[in-house]
């Protein structure tokens, strides 16, 4: 295997597509610093699977794509291919029989990539296996990059294991090791999950089988009970069917008779009728005399009142005038004498009214005078006393002050010497303190470290709780979803078996289709042909159209009974169908031809506001009956409203107008509205929720799928998450360790601090205290001798004020006792001359206000007399007028009442002629209430067994999901008490009541969980054998490889040990193996003693030494596990001259056993190459090859 070519588009810096040919041989890459020759090696990395970014010396994968120059844009890819040619060597078996394979890599800016074998989209595991134990993969010892032939000496033993098991070609067999590994961790988890599963099945069982014995027992009751049940509602049903056909006659047969009677007494009531409005025109009449004779007499009776009141009011007014002018002349009296009375009042109140005033100013003045006095000397008495008091306090606190004055002189000293005593005890603690928060900071920032790592681990366990309690949430609800899916399908599986059975068995059509489609049935299924084709031939009008669920109610009301037709395109076939019914007697049936046209509709469709469709438009039907169904639907139209029927009707005569709620106008003008009670409606309804429960059922199936996938995948989740958790509580309890000792220092560090802090708080707190209490005792001190003056100047001041006030109430004193008697006897004069005052006025007041009510009384005295005088005028004109009116009505009274006597006579003959019309229909209304009262039997017995037939249908239906219609037959000739089995059937019900909650699912999930805990139990021994068979896996790879190292080892250190002097021109080296006790894997150590100095480490040898070193053992493990090619990029760099000529010989040996590609700048390995490509870069960032061939 070699490589071929190697084609480049947008890698790196190769914008444009690039070839490179490899031949046999050596192949040499050469151009100036810069210009891309390390992106060739970069290529061949990345093509084989490289996927490391930093490998590939950038940052990011999307570094490989070509990012643009001066005058291009970026690429928005990358892609290189390698074609690798078949030369009869080591080839993958896989592709043995092709020539040549092609392997290619793209990588597209927004992160997509594509892996080709050969064209064919493959995975990046399957090109590493194309390479694996070749040496010649992306990790192989076969491409040495620039820099890295130096880190093969300083790697770490184990790194350089690597190179060994990739040409002892184990590395495979180490990725199978890791693959078995991986299975037996997962097998393992696998184990405990089971394990976990089959305990919890078990004691599910244990409980299920329980449950299951009693939900049979359950189910053969509640069998038995609906058999009794169904028995006793079959011979109700029938006894109840048979009323209503007896009731049915008796109806059809009264209704005739009462037909007959209305007839009868509808011409007697159209004679009834004329006479009735002969009579009430003469009762208009009679009305219209008695009301104006009525009227009349009144308006005379009216008249003579009137008359009667004008006398009386006349007579009135002439004696109600002579008493009011008596009553004015009294009052004129009595006005004078009240008027000299207040005049004299008057002058004797004015006169004591001023010499109360005059007595009261003096009064108060004096009073003033008084009070002022009495005022001052109770002040002046107050003062003294205060005075007096306040100067033997003032002594008494000048004797205190005195004291406290000795005793804080005292108080100071005491103070002044503690405070010595207490700064030298400050001073020992303060370098305490110092040495102890030396020691626990240190503690702390142990401590905070600690912290912060246990805080990163106690975030990454609460990230994982959280995310495993959310995951466990969401597994619960997942669960709980799939339950409901489960639930919800069962549901509708059941209800949609139910339907389809009452579809098939032709329930809701009438008795002789259901009959005719049952034969139909029975007869195809013993003829050729598909069965269901050949039923399709003859269908019932509701199983041929279908509409949507808005339509419904519209298709019900305009087909009506002919939902019951039979269509059939087959003349001879529906002949068949009618002597059936006729042989069998079961029943009618009406049948129309399935293929039948012509039929043009009555004129031009509706069209405006309210006119919705026209309802052949909306329903869908079999090709074979579309032309039928078209013709009955052919002058109907759906309308938004009846009244827009009503509105329409008379300009498209012959449509019939139908609303989506069912409310029909038929072309001949019958309006049908209400609620549909048709039993027809049903089969539509049913078509249409069989069809919606099948979409539901694939809905739900999908759903339950869905979410079954989901939760075994959230399930798988949750394992991984419980094994991250366990790890992270490990490391945090690790922590919590570190950390509570470092708690412990640092408390230990704390209470030392705190206790000389408490101590060094409490020294300056008593310093503080002490040097207040000085501060305090100054102060006080000074107050004090303050206080003191102060005290001895007050004295003087309270003496000399005593005195002064003393002097000034004496002078007071002598004039107060002659100023209190006038007062007093002031006082008396003014209140008595002012209470006579008062009286007098009061006096006054009542005589004026006597006075005022006279004058009004004369002023309304003299209004009336005039009124009085006007009045009698008007009353005696007006008694002359009404006379004279009065003798003209009783002329008009008379006239009146002859008029109203001839209009009775003519209404009486009238009345006895009707009183005979009556007394006829009265006859015949008292017949038609007997017949219409047996009617109303007849009909209440019938709607009361329609009743109790629809309720025993509803009954049954809801509880067992049958017609009862259709068993009622099978237990017609069955003989049974029915008040035993209702008393048996109460009993079974009564026994299922008392069995409580039953899982009538339990029998089913019993032996679903059996089968389940057997499959595991299977399962689980099948883990357990796997886990053994994955561990003896892993044993013989163990073995292989351990076997295949060594002895690629041993050969490999013969070999460096002959090629390390070749190269160095003499000295000694050789591998030695190392344990690791972490991996517990041998690693490889390398001694090179070159020549004149003494065996040493690697890592002490020149720059020069190391490179040469790692060659040669390069070139050793070449020479046993020769490479298909070989890739060298700029590892002659670091050699001097001399010793890259005895490197171009090793390279030459190489060569013979693979192919060789060198990038170097070296001119003597130019030499060497048969063939060089050269890079360029004539624009920036832009790399070119050319090439020449020097052979």
């Known amino acids: 295997m070699r490589i071929k070519k190697l084609e480049l588009v947008g890698f790196k810096s190769f914008k444009d597509r690039t070839v490179v040919h490899f031949d046999a041989g050596i192949t040499g890459i050469v151009g100036p610093n810069g210009c891309g020759k390390s992106n060739i090696v970069d290529a061949l990395q990345w093509v084989m699977g490289e996927m490391s970014a930093k490998h590939l010396r950038g940052t990011s994968m999307n570094d490989v794509i070509f990012g643009g120059a001066d005058g291009y844009a970026p690429s928005g890819m990358a892609e290189v291919s390698m074609v690798l040619e078949n030369d009869g060597g080591p080839f993958p078996a896989q592709y043995a029989n092709f020539s040549e394979i092609q392997v290619t890599r793209r990588l ?23 390479f694996m134990d070749t040496g010649a993969g992306s990790k192989g010892f076969s491409i040495i990059e620039q820099g890295a032939i130096g880190k093969i000496v300083v790697a770490k033993p184990e790194d350089r294991r690597v190179l060994i098991e990739e040409a002892a070609g184990i590395t495979k067999f180490k990725a199978r090791k890791r693959e078995s590994q991986r299975k037996l961790q997962a097998t393992e988890q696998n184990l405990i999950r089971i394990g976990d599963i089959v305990t919890e099945l078990k004691r599910q069982i244990e409980s299920l089988q329980r449950q299951a014995k009693k939900a049979a027992r359950y189910r053969e009751l509640r069998k038995e009970a609906q058999e009794l ?8 049903y029938a006894k109840f069917r048979e009323a209503a056909i007896t009731a049915r006659h008796t109806i059809e047969n009264g209704d005739l008779s009462v037909q007959t009677i209305k007839t009868q007494m509808s011409e007697l009531e159209g004679q009834n009728q004329t006479e009735r409005l002969q009579q009430l025109e003469l009762e208009k009449r009679l009305e219209g005399q008695q009301i104006e004779f009525a009227a009349l007499n009144e308006q005379v009776r009216e008249k003579e009142k009137r008359i009667q009141e004008l006398h009386f009011e006349v007579e009135q007014a002439k004696r109600q005038a002579v008493m009011q002018g008596d009553l004015r002349a009294e009052a004129e009296t009595r006005r004078e004498m009240l008027e000299r009375e207040v005049n004299s009042l008057r002058e004797s109140y004015e006169s004591t009214y001023a010499e109360a005033q005059r007595l009261e100013a003096e009064f108060k003045e004096l009073n003033e005078r008084y009070q002022h006095v ?45 405070i ?116 399709a031939q003859m269908l019932p009008m509701a199983d041929v159209v279908e509409v949507s669920k808005d339509y419904e109610l519209a298709m019900e009301a305009a087909l009506g009974n002919r939902l019951q037709l039979i269509l059939s395109n087959n003349q001879d076939d529906v002949l068949k169908a009618v002597d059936y019914l006729k042989e069998s007697k079961a029943g009618r049936s009406s049948f129309f031809s399935g293929d039948r046209r012509g039929g043009e509709s009555v004129g031009q469709a509706p069209t405006g506001e309210g006119v919705d469709i026209l309802l052949k438009d909306v329903v869908k039907a079999p090709e074979n009956f ?60 049913r078509r249409r929720e069989i069809k919606e429960l099948s979409e539901a059922k694939e809905e739900w199936a999908g759903k339950l799928a869905l979410s079954q996938a989901t939760l075994k995948k959230q399930e798988e989740r949750l394992e991984s998450l419980a094994a991250d958790l366990e790890t992270a509580m490990k490391q945090r309890a690790e922590r919590e360790i570190k950390v509570a000792e470092l708690k412990k220092d640092l408390e230990r560090a704390d209470r030392e601090l705190n206790n000389l802090q408490s101590a060094l708080d409490r020294q300056n707190s008593d310093v503080n205290r002490l040097m207040d209490q000085k501060s305090e005792q100054e102060s006080k001190i000074q107050g004090l001798e303050t206080e003191i003056e102060t005290f001895i100047g007050k004295r003087l001041e309270l003496e000399n004020r005593v005195q002064a006030l003393d002097k000034e109430l004496e002078d007071y004193k002598s004039g107060v006792e002659g100023m209190r008697e006038r007062v007093t006897q002031l006082r008396g004069d003014s209140a008595s001359k002012t209470q006579e005052a008062e009286g007098r006025k009061r006096q006054l007041e009542m005589m004026d206000a006597q006075l005022s009510d006279v004058n009004a009384r004369i002023a309304r005295m003299s209004e009336e007399v005039e009124q009085t005088s006007t009045s009698m005028s008007e009353n005696q004109i007006q008694l002359e007028e009404e006379k004279v009116a009065l003798e003209r009505m009783i002329g008009q009274v008379q006239n009146v009442q002859g008029e109203l006597s001839r209009v009775k006579d003519e ?152 090629v390390f002097p070749v190269l160095f021109g003499g000295g000694e080296a050789h591998l030695t193996l190392i344990e690791n006790h972490e991996s517990g894997e041998m690693g490889i150590d390398i001694t090179a003693k070159p020549p004149g100095k003494k065996p040493q ?95």
């Open 420 to 535: 010595q005593d207490s700064q030298v005890i400050l001073e020992d603690l303060n370098g305490k303190k110092i040495e102890f928060d030396s020691e626990r900071k240190r503690t702390y920032e142990a401590l905070e470290k600690e912290r912060q790592m246990q805080l990163e681990i106690m975030h990454d366990v609460e990230n994982f709780e959280e995310n495993r309690k959310t995951l466990d949430a969401d597994v619960k609800n997942r669960r709980e979803e799939v339950e409901q899916y489960k639930d919800k399908l069962n549901e509708v599986v059941s209800r949609l078996y139910g339907l389809e059975n009452l579809h098939s068995n032709f329930e809701g059509f009438q008795a002789g289709v259901k009959s005719v489609m049952l034969w139909r049935r029975q007869q195809v299924e013993t003829a050729q042909g598909t069965s269901e084709e050949m039923v």
């Open 374 to 418: 009495q005022k001052r000397l109770s002040e002046g008495d107050a003062e003294i006393t205060a005075a007096r008091r306040e100067l033997v306090l003032n002594e008494q606190a000048k004797g205190q002050f005195q004291v406290q004055l000795e005793s804080s002189k005292v108080r100071m000293e005491e103070v002044e010497s503690r």
């Open 108 to 130: 597209h800016r927004s992160g997509d990539s594509e892996y080709l074998i050969n064209k064919e989209p493959a995975r990046l595991r399957d090109i590493h296996e194309i």
């Open 229 to 236: 049940d169904l028995m006793i509602s079959s011979k109700d």
């Open 626 to 685: 579309q032309e039928a169904v078209a013709y009955m639907l052919k002058d109907v139209v759906v309308v938004d409203s009846v009244r827009t029927a009503l509105r329409l009707r008379g300009d498209y005569p012959g449509w019939t107008f139908v609303t989506r709620d069912g409310d029909t106008l038929s072309a001949d003008g019958v309006l049908t509205g209400g609620t549909p009670e048709s039993a027809d409606s049903g089969v539509l309804k």
């Open 907 to 1058: 209404y009486e003959k009238l009345g006895m002629a009707l009183r005979g019309v009556d007394e006829q229909l009265l006859n015949l209304r008292r017949q038609q209430n007997e017949h219409e009262g047996s009617l109303n039997e007849a009909r209440l017995t019938l709607e009361k067994s329609e009743l109790r037939m629809a309720s025993l249908e509803e009954h049954i239906q809801e509880r067992y999901m049958t017609e009862l219609s259709a068993v009622v037959d099978q237990y017609k000739d069955r003989e049974a008490n029915i008040e035993e089995s209702q008393a048996m059937l109460d009993d079974l019900r009564g026994r299922l009541q008392r069995m409580g909650e039953v899982n009538l699912a339990a029998v089913e999930e019993y032996d679903e969980i059996s089968q389940r805990y057997e499959f595991l139990n299977q399962q689980q021994q099948d883990l357990i054998n796997a886990k053994e068979q994955l561990k003896k896996v892993i044993d013989r790879i163990n073995r292989i490889c351990n076997k295949r190292f060594k002895e690629t080892f041993t050969s490999v250190n013969e070999r460096f040990k002959t």
């Open 1097 to 1191: 480490s690697v890592t002490l040898l020149s720059g020069g030494e190391k490179a040469l070193t790692a060659v040669s053992l390069i070139f050793s493990i070449f020479l046993v596990k020769p490479s298909p090619y070989c890739l060298l990029d700029e590892v002659d760099a670091p050699l001097d001259d001399a010793n890259v000529y005895r490197f171009n010989d090793l390279v030459r040996e190489m060569a013979k056993r693979s192919q060789i590609i060198v990038v170097t700048h070296n001119k003597n390995t130019m030499e060497i190459a048969e063939k060089l490509y050269g890079v360029t870069m004539q624009e920036k960032g832009v790399s070119k090859m050319v090439s020449v061939n020097i052979s």
